[in-house]
């Protein structure tokens, strides 16, 4: 298992959402609701869009290409046309830093 750090805690305020990078190449998509902070991947499982430039409502997160809205909790779609869960990666809080704790090797995406 690895260990990314992604972000400072003061950089995602309440019901915000931030892009991290990962390797130089994978976008993690940071979110705080009520203190609760989720990462999952930053671009949309159905076809590439970046994820930030949607928005949250409700425990949701709705991509702005497409419409496909996902649980933020499971990473799985609500509405289509996305078929495919957002990989949702499990966050630690290390002090004043947001990370994620994924296995070693490539980080998971789901693609459709």
Not at 64 to 93: C, K, M, Q, T
């Amino acid at each position: 298992m690895r260990r990314i750090d992604l972000l400072g805690v003061d950089e995602v305020a309440d019901g915000e959402m931030k892009m991290a990078w990962v390797d130089g190449t994978d976008q993690v998509l940071v979110i705080n609701i009520g203190g609760e902070v989720t990462a999952v991947q930053g671009v949309c499982s159905h076809e590439y869009f970046e994820l930030d430039k949607g928005f949250l409502t409700n425990g949701t997160l709705t991509c702005a290409l497409h419409l496909s809205r996902f649980d933020l909790v499971n990473g799985e779609p609500l509405d289509p046309p996305a078929e495919e869960p957002l990989a949702v990666y499990p966050v630690v809080i290390d002090g004043d830093r947001i990370l994620i704790e994924v296995p070693d090797g490539p980080l998971e995406i789901s693609e459709s």
